[in-house]
């Protein structure tokens, strides 16, 4: 069940990256709201400083796709658990917060004074963020639980 889960990552994290994160705009109802997404988001970093989003590419999108690609080589037994501590800490660098942190800046540079409104798009991504931690740690558990069984055998 953990790897099939986990190859559902591999569909569900570029859904997440293409989904609205969050509507932003002045409030108004002649203006409306802009659509943002993770890609859409890092498109304006791009715009606005090159190494931030190198960064930020980095860390929202190729690290917990390599650590997912990881984890599944893994459970189909087509990489060693050796490989773990690895995509653990790839893992770790796998940060959305940072994307995050990011994009907020971008939206204060170019909006200042707006409305920013929750998408479905957020929920998604934080759900793969969450369910790819979820899937490290039961990984982790199950390769210490195999490693005791098999030198006590």
């Not at 509507?23 to 997404?37: C, M, Q, V």
């Not at 060693?80 to 959305?96: C, E, F, S």
């Amino acid at each position: 069940m953990l790897k099939f889960t986990n190859l559902a990552l591999l569909v569900l994290f570029p859904i997440a990256w293409f989904a609205p994160l969050m509507r932003a705009g002045l409030g108004l109802p002649l203006f409306g709201l802009s659509e943002i997404s993770v890609i859409s988001g890092l498109q304006s970093l791009w715009d606005s400083d090159v190494f931030l989003a190198l960064l930020v590419t980095f860390f929202a999108l190729f690290a917990p796709y390599l650590k997912t690609t990881g984890l599944a080589l893994i459970h189909f037994r087509l990489m060693r658990r050796k490989v773990l501590p690895v995509l653990h800490i790839l893992g770790k660098l796998a940060m959305a917060d940072v994307f995050l942190i990011a994009l907020y800046i971008t939206l204060s540079k170019g909006i200042g004074i707006g409305t920013i409104e929750t998408a479905w798009g957020l929920y998604l991504f934080t759900a793969c963020i969450l369910a790819s931690i979820v899937i490290g740690f039961l990984t982790e558990k199950q390769n210490q639980i195999d490693r005791r069984q098999s030198s006590s055998g």
